[in-house]
């Protein structure tokens, strides 16, 4: 009976400590990629990509594609 409840006491705790872990590694992640966003770096991107103009989207590839590697390295790296 006391070993019954020992093993049902560590179960319990096994199960808090795992829901306290997973909250815990999901702000972490949360604040990993908003660190980025939130920077200096991030902001001056942010900004520059609300500045883009195009009227469709063959023009937006045309101004902002491949074509145009440094405005192309802004918006794919800006990432949310």
Not at 47 to 72: Q, R, V
């Amino acid at each position: 009976m006391v070993a019954a409840t020992g093993v049902l006491v560590a179960a319990i705790y096994y199960v808090f400590n795992m829901k306290y872990n997973m909250k815990a590694r999901e702000m972490e992640i949360c604040k990993f990629y908003t660190s980025d966003v939130t920077s200096d770096q991030g902001m001056q991107k942010y900004a520059t990509i609300m500045t883009f103009e195009w009227k469709d989207y063959e023009d937006f590839l045309k101004k902002y594609g491949y074509s145009n590697p440094e405005m192309f390295g802004k918006w794919t790296s800006f990432s949310i």
